[in-house]
């Protein structure tokens, strides 16, 4: 969120929640999708969960180090 700040037009967040308690990690990633819409910024999340990738709108996949 505090990346935010600036009003970035594109935000790249690598596993955001991967360290913090399913609580936290809820609340961080709701803020950044509220943001996100809000500001019209660009969000780039890098996730290894699945459940957080649907609620993108748009996916990719590297599987073999290759874009699937």
Do not use: K, Y
Request: aromatic letters at 4%; one cysteine or more; glycine letters at 8%.
């Amino acid at each position: 969120a505090r990346a935010f700040v600036t009003e970035p037009p594109l935000l790249f967040a690598d596993e955001p929640t991967g360290s913090l308690d399913a609580a936290t990690g809820e609340a961080v990633i709701q803020l950044m999708f509220e943001l996100n819409r809000e500001r019209g910024s660009t969000l780039v999340l890098v996730t290894h969960d699945p459940a957080m990738a649907a609620r993108c709108g748009r996916t990719l996949t590297i599987a073999a180090g290759r874009l699937a």
